[in-house]
């Protein structure tokens, strides 16, 4: 899986300014709400996944839209998982389209996209394609959208909890593969983190892969080994780091979905995608014959990520910081890399008085860590 998806961030690299950003408003967890306007027909969507729908992760926060996009009576789902990034994948599109009637295609993994995707979109032009991650540019066939979102928003959230709650401790973050959207986070976490705590050290391990139980077992003890007091991590399925963290007495903060079933004394909070409201939006628009950019990315102000509810341990001066910076998302003002921001070799990459914006495509080439982290 690595192969593919190590290009996720690397391959924006010269093409980020000329991305069309879209967002689209808060939808409310976890109810659906009705649509603006009740469709003329009805309509078949497909989902891919490259995992299990249960995968207590990645896989499982796309199913969660699906399941709510099912909710609506004018919608039917059809759902494939378990689909390798591979010319399966393309099998299976044109099963969806030709045998179950499908409008619209969303494939969700990384490397459905080039060539699979690329390739495969040209022989059905009314067929409406939504891929994650991926970078849907001017030349590629234009029924192909693609999104993601600013998670490391929510991540940035997760440290400031994380360092109220073990303020004497250094922190752990076990990582899939050391590329740009996963030092994001990590250099996310440890701004958040050092917001409380200036001197907070956050130790970073990578188990090269995206699914490995195996290498996040033996990350996760090595972290443990140093006596951190929290636990945050980027790979597809949290659960077993979740567990781990659980049978340690060490914090534990989850990623993709609510990770507190999974750690029900240690989980603190979490990062978590939203798809819902944009898949929603995506088709009522379509539908409705309105315009809707290349490319798509939201936050915590559009509903995109949301942060996880924060356990009832959660001292009350994390909850009322976060509450002011949830406040300060939600007016526009919620800006992660403001300088000064040193990286971890003391070289200043975000000088003083100056701001990233998320939506800079520098920070999609992120290959530094801040000051704080300590990669092994």
Same mark, same amino acid.
């Given at each position: 899986?690595?192969?593919?998806?190590?290009?996720?961030?690397?391959?924006?690299?010269?093409?980020?300014?000329?991305?069309?950003?879209?967002?689209?408003?808060?939808?409310?967890?976890?109810?659906?709400?009705?649509?603006?306007?009740?469709?003329?027909?009805? $309509?078949?969507?497909?989902?891919?996944? $490259?995992?299990?729908?249960?995968?207590?992760?990645?896989?499982?926060?796309?199913?969660?839209?699906?399941?709510?996009?099912?909710?609506?009576?004018?919608?039917?789902? $059809?759902?494939?998982?378990?689909?390798?990034?591979?010319?399966? =994948?393309?099998?299976?599109?044109?099963?969806?389209?030709?045998?179950?009637?499908?409008?619209?295609?969303?494939?969700?993994?990384?490397?459905?996209?080039?060539?699979?995707?690329?390739?495969?979109?040209?022989?059905?032009?009314?067929?409406?394609?939504?891929?994650?991650?991926?970078?849907?540019?001017?030349?590629?066939?234009?029924?192909?959208?693609?999104?993601?979102?600013?998670?490391?928003?929510?991540?940035?959230?997760?440290?400031?909890?994380?360092?109220?709650?073990?303020?004497?401790?250094?922190?752990?973050?076990?990582?899939?593969?050391?590329?740009?959207?996963?030092?994001?986070?990590?250099?996310?976490?440890?701004?958040?983190?050092?917001?409380?705590?200036?001197?907070?050290?956050?130790?970073?391990?990578?188990?090269?892969?995206?699914?490995?139980?195996?290498?996040?077992?033996?990350?996760?003890?090595?972290?443990?080994?140093?006596?951190?007091?929290?636990?945050?991590?980027?790979?597809?399925?949290?659960?077993?780091?979740?567990?781990?963290?659980?049978?340690?007495?060490?914090?534990? =903060?989850?990623?993709?979905?609510?990770?507190?079933?999974?750690?029900?004394?240690?989980?603190?909070?979490?990062?978590?995608?939203?798809?819902?409201?944009?898949?929603?939006?995506?088709?009522?628009?379509?539908?409705?014959?309105?315009?809707?950019?290349?490319?798509?990315?939201?936050?915590?102000?559009?509903?995109?990520?949301?942060?996880?509810?924060?356990?009832?341990?959660?001292?009350?001066?994390?909850?009322?910081?976060?509450?002011?910076?949830?406040?300060?998302?939600?007016?526009?003002?919620?800006?992660?890399?403001?300088?000064?921001?040193?990286?971890?070799?003391?070289?200043?990459?975000?000088?003083?008085?100056?701001?990233?914006?998320?939506?800079?495509?520098?920070?999609?080439?992120?290959?530094?860590? $801040?000051?704080? =982290?300590?990669?092994?």
């Amino acid at each position: 899986m690595a192969s593919r998806r190590d290009l996720l961030i690397l391959g924006a690299l010269g093409v980020g300014a000329g991305l069309t950003v879209k967002f689209w408003p808060q939808v409310p967890e976890p109810a659906p709400t009705p649509p603006a306007s009740v469709p003329v027909r009805d $309509v078949t969507v497909g989902f891919i996944y $490259v995992g299990a729908t249960n995968d207590s992760g990645y896989n499982q926060s796309h199913a969660n839209a699906a399941r709510k996009l099912a909710q609506f009576d004018w919608i039917n789902v $059809v759902e494939q998982a378990n689909v390798p990034e591979d010319e399966t =994948v393309i099998a299976v599109m044109q099963r969806m389209i030709e045998e179950d009637g499908a409008e619209f295609v969303f494939p969700t993994s990384y490397g459905y996209f080039d060539p699979y995707l690329l390739e495969f979109a040209t022989q059905y032009p009314e067929v409406k394609f939504l891929h994650t991650g991926g970078l849907a540019l001017p030349g590629h066939p234009p029924n192909i959208s693609s999104s993601y979102g600013y998670i490391d928003e929510a991540m940035f959230l997760c440290g400031v909890i994380a360092a109220h709650t073990s303020p004497k401790l250094p922190m752990g973050f076990v990582g899939a593969i050391p590329i740009p959207v996963v030092r994001r986070n990590i250099n996310a976490f440890t701004l958040g983190a050092r917001q409380v705590n200036p001197d907070a050290i956050v130790h970073a391990r990578f188990t090269g892969g995206w699914n490995d139980p195996e290498q996040e077992q033996q990350r996760a003890r090595e972290l443990f080994d140093l006596g951190i007091g929290t636990l945050a991590c980027h790979v597809d399925s949290p659960a077993l780091l979740m567990q781990m963290c659980e049978q340690a007495g060490v914090r534990a =903060v989850g990623y993709h979905v609510n990770q507190s079933v999974n750690a029900p004394t240690q989980f603190i909070t979490g990062a978590e995608w939203r798809w819902f409201g944009m898949y929603k939006d995506y088709i009522q628009r379509h539908l409705a014959n309105k315009d809707w950019p290349t490319m798509m990315r939201g936050g915590l102000r559009d509903g995109m990520v949301a942060l996880s509810p924060l356990a009832a341990s959660a001292p009350p001066v994390a909850r009322a910081q976060m509450n002011k910076l949830l406040r300060s998302a939600e007016q526009g003002q919620f800006h992660i890399y403001t300088g000064p921001v040193l990286d971890n070799q003391g070289e200043v990459m975000v000088p003083n008085g100056m701001q990233r914006r998320q939506d800079d495509p520098w920070l999609e080439t992120m290959d530094w860590f $801040v000051e704080g =982290v300590v990669a092994g």
